[in-house]
């Protein structure tokens, strides 16, 4: 996968460098380049934004240095600049699925904005806009790094473990069930005995179970478009009596 990133602060970009993606690097499953579009700006103060027409408070980035800097990156891909997303708190909310859909692409291209916002003309070059949620940050660069974290992920040879990804929160709908590692009793805390049973078929259903259960106390709101298997409906018929039990002791 080509990734590129158009932002004003590119060394923010280094930490990206580490870890999986790093690896990913190294190994050439991704390419990732950031370019500075101030470099294209063609005023010699080097500025990019500008004040508001009609007026307003702040600044916005101008359309030239952006349109420049992707022309740049169309011809270092003989034609092709990407999937362009537009980092933006007005674009959809990003989430699981979504990053599993842009894992699918070979190029994507983030324009990762600062200041006030964008002259809406940028707009004419973006293929979709994407928001992490209902807030405002200093700038898109954060944002940015963790979508990219997020779909880098799904591509193939990324995680040691190629089931990792599949096993994700949320890769099914529901968040991920309590888990445990060695030693069996930490300070008199217990990993619970079905999971070191043996017994495959018991350690399913109760992960199923309190999959399920994290979801209904954490983020019920995911369950009301889900839909439930037969099995996974009378586990949460049984989760909600169980916690109505304990809400009245």
Known sequence: ?????????????????????????????????????RDYTLNKQKHVDDLVY?????????????????????????????????????????????????????????????YEGYDNRIRQLVDEEISLGDYVLTGGELPTMVIIDAT?????????????????????????????????DFQGMKVPDVLISGDHEKIRRWRLKESLRRTYLRRPDLLVHKQLTNEERDFLDDIKYEESLDSKR
Do not use: C, W
């Not at 158009?6 to 370019?35: C, H």
């Not at 420049?68 to 990003?94: C, T, W, Y």
């Not at 599949?166 to 590692?181: I, K, R, V």
């Open 152 to 184: 880098v992920r799904f591509l193939d040879d990324v995680l040691g473990n190629a089931d990792s990804a599949a096993d994700d929160s949320f890769q099914n709908g529901l968040l991920e069930e309590p888990q445990y590692t060695r030693p069996a």
């Open 1 to 37: 996968m080509k990734i590129d990133v158009l932002s004003l602060f590119p060394e923010m970009f280094d930490s990206l460098r580490q870890s999986m993606i790093g690896k990913a690097l190294e190994k050439g499953i991704i390419d990732f380049k950031v370019t500075n579009f």
């Open 54 to 114: 009609g007026g307003g408070a702040g600044m916005l980035l101008t359309p030239q240095p952006i349109f420049s800097a992707m022309s740049a990156i169309e011809a270092d891909n003989q034609g092709d600049r990407g999937h362009v997303i537009l980092v933006d708190p007005a674009g959809k909310r990003f989430d699981h699925q979504t990053a599993q859909r842009l894992s699918k692409y070979e190029h994507l291209t983030f324009i990762s904005g600062h």
